[in-house]
C-alpha cells in the first residue's frame, strides 16, 4: 500500500516537473516596406507636413521594445532609396557622405533588410555603398552573382532570442531585367522566387533546423509579369505551394495586404504587406508554447499599424537634423518660373501641358521623330509660379534614363493601342464611361479609380493621331501624320524617344503591345542619356528661366458628341474628390 503510494508522489512529481518546464515566449515582428525614402515627416516635394515617416515608427519601435526587449524584430523589405528629394541628395548630390537611408536603419536598430527594385534602379555605386554602410544583414537568397553562381547578397539571417530560433529568408522579384538597364545590376542574375524558396527552405530545416521561418520578400502577391521563367510577384503562391514557412512579409506592390493561408500542408502562414510610404507598419505577434526546448504549438497573428498620426520621435528627428536641413536647402532651390500650372490629370483626357512638357523635352534631347510618355503620379501639379527641385519629383519620381528606340509605324500603332486600352473604355451608348473605372473603397467610402496602372497610360507627341472610343481594343488608334506635316508610314522606321524604364521593357508596352521580343529590345536602343531625366528637365527650365508649358494638341478622343460628356462625367468621378495613387512598379 504504502509502496504504491509513494510511486504515485514520485510519478505526479514527474509530472510536475515535465509541466514546470512548459513555458509560453512571445515575440513581435514589425515589418516596414517600400518606405521611399518618406524618413521624415515632412514631404520634399510638396513643401509640406507628411503623415507617416519612420520619425513616426521609430516613436511605435520604441514603445514595443519596452514590453518585448529583444524580442521585438524589425525588418524592412526594400525600395527605400528613391522616391523623395531625400534619396537623390544622398544618392548623387553627396554620394560621398554617409547615405541617410543607411543611417535610419541603423538608428532604429532594425534586425534584418532586403534589397528592392528602385533601390537597384540606383546603379552599383549608390546600392552596393549603401549596403557596406547598413549594420544589419542584407537579404537576397535569389540575387546570384553570375561570376560565382552563389547569391550576392546572404540569403539567409538567423535570429537567436530566448532560446528560440527564427530563420529570415529574403528574396526580390525576378522581373528587374523587364525594367532596368543591365549595366544598373551588371554581374548580376535574379533568379525564379519559387525555385529558390524551394532549395532554400529545405537547406534551412536541414542545416539550421529553425523554429520559425520568416519570408522576406520584395514581391508582390500575385500578377504582375509573368513569363515562362518567373512571375513578377509570387508572395501568396509561396504561401499555398511551399510548406514551411510561418509568416510572409512582402512589399513592392504598393497593396495593403493581411491574410492567413492554408498551404499545401494544411498549415497557417500570415502573409502581411503595409503598403508604401510608411503609413503602415506590419505588426504581427508570435506567441510559441515550449516544452523540453521544443516548440510544441505555435499561434501567429497580425495586422497593420496605421502609424500616419501616432507622435513623432523628437529624438529621432534631432539625431537627423543635419541631414534634414541640407536636404530642405536642395529641394527648396528655386530653379525657375512657370507661367502656368500643369496636371498630370489632364493626361487622361487629350494631350496635355503636363506630359507634353516632358515629351517636346524628350524630343529635343534626342532627336527623335516620336515621344512616348506617361504620367506617373495619379494626380500630382506644378503651379504656376516659383519652381523648384523638389518640383521636378513631380515630373518624375524615380531616376530614369532617356532612351531611343528603332520602331515601325506599326508597332509604334500597337503599343498605343495597348496603352489606350489599359485606360479607356470602348463605348457604345452616350451613358458609357470614357475611362477603365473601377470602385474601390477606401476608408469604407466607395471611390472611382482607374483598374490600371496610371504610369503604363502612355501618349505620343510627333505624330497627329485620334482615338476612337466606340472601337474596341485593337482598333482604337488612327494614326493621322506626323506632327511636321509629313505622312505617317507603317513599314518605316522611326526614333522612338522614352524613359529607360519604358525602354527596357517596362509595362510590356513594346513586348505585348508593339510584339517587340524581349530579348531583341536591346538591340532597337539607340541611344541612351548619360545622366537621368530629371537633370534635363531642370537644366531645361534653368536655362528657360521662365517656361509656359502647353498642351501640343496633337491627338483626341473622338467622336467627339460621346467622348465630350463623357469626360466632363468621368473627370469628375475621378477628381471631384481627390484621390492618390502612389506609383507603384
Known amino acids: 500500500m504504502y509502496r504504491l503510494v509513494i510511486i504515485s508522489l514520485l510519478t505526479l512529481c514527474l509530472n510536475f516537473d515535465?509541466?514546470?518546464?512548459?513555458?509560453?515566449?512571445?515575440?513581435?515582428?514589425?515589418?516596414?516596406?517600400?518606405?521611399?525614402?518618406?524618413?521624415?515627416?515632412?514631404?520634399?516635394?510638396?513643401?509640406?507636413p507628411e503623415a507617416g515617416s519612420l520619425a513616426r515608427i521609430s516613436t511605435y519601435v520604441k514603445d514595443l521594445r519596452e514590453t518585448y526587449g529583444d524580442?521585438?524584430?524589425?525588418?524592412?523589405?526594400?525600395?527605400?532609396?528613391?522616391?523623395?528629394?531625400?534619396?537623390?541628395?544622398?544618392?548623387?548630390?553627396?554620394?560621398?557622405?554617409?547615405?541617410?537611408?543607411?543611417?535610419?536603419?541603423?538608428?532604429?536598430?532594425?534586425?534584418?533588410?532586403?534589397?528592392?527594385?528602385?533601390?537597384i534602379e540606383t546603379g552599383h555605386s549608390v546600392y552596393d555603398k549603401w549596403i557596406k554602410e547598413v549594420k544589419c544583414p542584407m537579404l537576397g537568397a535569389n540575387i546570384i552573382n553570375?561570376?560565382?553562381g552563389k547569391p550576392y547578397l546572404k540569403p539567409y539571417h538567423i535570429i537567436n532570442r530566448d532560446g528560440v530560433k527564427i530563420a529570415i529568408l529574403g528574396m526580390i522579384t525576378p522581373a528587374i531585367p523587364n525594367w532596368l538597364n543591365e549595366e544598373l545590376w551588371k554581374g548580376l542574375r535574379f533568379d525564379d522566387m519559387k525555385n529558390s524558396a524551394v532549395y532554400w527552405v529545405k537547406y534551412l530545416k536541414s542545416h539550421e533546423n529553425p523554429d520559425i521561418i520568416i519570408g522576406l520578400f520584395?514581391?508582390?502577391?500575385?500578377?504582375?509579369?509573368?513569363?515562362?521563367?518567373?512571375?513578377?510577384?509570387?508572395?501568396?503562391?509561396?504561401a499555398k505551394e511551399i510548406p514551411g514557412f510561418d509568416l510572409i512579409l512582402f512589399g513592392h506592390d504598393h497593396k495593403k495586404h493581411v491574410e492567413t493561408i492554408k498551404n499545401s500542408d494544411g498549415q497557417n502562414v500570415l502573409c502581411m504587406n503595409p503598403s508604401s510610404n510608411a503609413y503602415f507598419v506590419c505588426d504581427a505577434e508570435i506567441n510559441l508554447t515550449i516544452n523540453n526546448d521544443k516548440v510544441i504549438q505555435k499561434h501567429i497573428s497580425g495586422n497593420l499599424?496605421?502609424?500616419?498620426?501616432?507622435?513623432?520621435?523628437?529624438?529621432?528627428?534631432?539625431?537627423?537634423?543635419?541631414?534634414?536641413?541640407s536636404i530642405n536647402n536642395f529641394a527648396n532651390r528655386k530653379i525657375g518660373i512657370f507661367k502656368n500650372s500643369i496636371y498630370t490629370r489632364d493626361s487622361y483626357f487629350g494631350s496635355s501641358a503636363f506630359c507634353d512638357f516632358i515629351q517636346n523635352i524628350q524630343l529635343k534631347i534626342t532627336n527623335a521623330?516620336?515621344?512616348?510618355?506617361?504620367?506617373?503620379?495619379f494626380d500630382s501639379s506644378i503651379k504656376a509660379g516659383d519652381v523648384y527641385v523638389s518640383d521636378m519629383f513631380n515630373l518624375y519620381k524615380y531616376e530614369n534614363q532617356i532612351y531611343t528606340v528603332m520602331m515601325t509605324g506599326k508597332e509604334i500603332k500597337d503599343y498605343l493601342e495597348m496603352s489606350y486600352g489599359l485606360w479607356t473604355n470602348t463605348m457604345s451608348d452616350k451613358n458609357d464611361h470614357i475611362m477603365l473605372l473601377q470602385i474601390d473603397s477606401i476608408n469604407g467610402i466607395k471611390k472611382y479609380g482607374f483598374k490600371n496602372l496610371a504610369f503604363n497610360f502612355d501618349s505620343a507627341?510627333?505624330?497627329?493621331?485620334?482615338?476612337?472610343?466606340?472601337?474596341?481594343?485593337?482598333n482604337k488608334i488612327k494614326i493621322l501624320k506626323m506632327s511636321n506635316g509629313e505622312p505617317f508610314y507603317t513599314d518605316k522606321l522611326y526614333k522612338v524617344a522614352m524613359n529607360s524604364y519604358r525602354g527596357n521593357g517596362g509595362g510590356e508596352l513594346l513586348t505585348k503591345g508593339a510584339g517587340i521580343p524581349k530579348d531583341s529590345i536591346k538591340n532597337r536602343i539607340v541611344f541612351e542619356s548619360e545622366r537621368d531625366q530629371r537633370?534635363?528637365?531642370?537644366?531645361?527650365?534653368?536655362?528657360?528661366?521662365?517656361?509656359?508649358?502647353k498642351a501640343n494638341n496633337n491627338w483626341r478622343f473622338v467622336p467627339s458628341q460621346l467622348a465630350e460628356p463623357a469626360i466632363k462625367r468621368d473627370k469628375e468621378l475621378l477628381f471631384g474628390k481627390r484621390i492618390k495613387q502612389s506609383r507603384q512598379r
Do not use: W
Open 218 to 238: 520584395h514581391s508582390g502577391g500575385e500578377g504582375g509579369i509573368i513569363t515562362d521563367k518567373y512571375e513578377e510577384d509570387a508572395s501568396l503562391k509561396i
Open 18 to 48: 515535465i509541466m514546470g518546464q512548459e513555458k509560453t515566449i512571445k515575440f513581435r515582428v514589425l515589418q516596414t516596406s517600400d518606405v521611399h525614402g518618406c524618413f521624415f515627416p515632412y514631404d520634399f516635394i510638396e513643401r509640406k
Open 305 to 325: 499599424k496605421d502609424v500616419r498620426n501616432l507622435p513623432i520621435d523628437q529624438d529621432f528627428m534631432s539625431f537627423f537634423k543635419a541631414d534634414i536641413d
Open 369 to 377: 521623330d516620336i515621344s512616348f510618355n506617361a504620367p506617373l503620379s
Open 461 to 474: 507627341a510627333g505624330i497627329d493621331y485620334e482615338v476612337d472610343v466606340t472601337k474596341p481594343y485593337g
Open 535 to 549: 537633370y534635363y528637365l531642370m537644366k531645361e527650365i534653368e536655362e528657360a528661366k521662365v517656361v509656359e508649358p
Open 71 to 119: 524580442n521585438l524584430i524589425l525588418l524592412d523589405n526594400g525600395d527605400i532609396l528613391q522616391g523623395q528629394p531625400t534619396c537623390y541628395y544622398c544618392n548623387y548630390i553627396k554620394p560621398d557622405c554617409k547615405n541617410v537611408a543607411a543611417s535610419v536603419i541603423n538608428y532604429m536598430g532594425y534586425d534584418a533588410e532586403t534589397i528592392g527594385n528602385h533601390d
Open 146 to 148: 553570375t561570376a560565382t
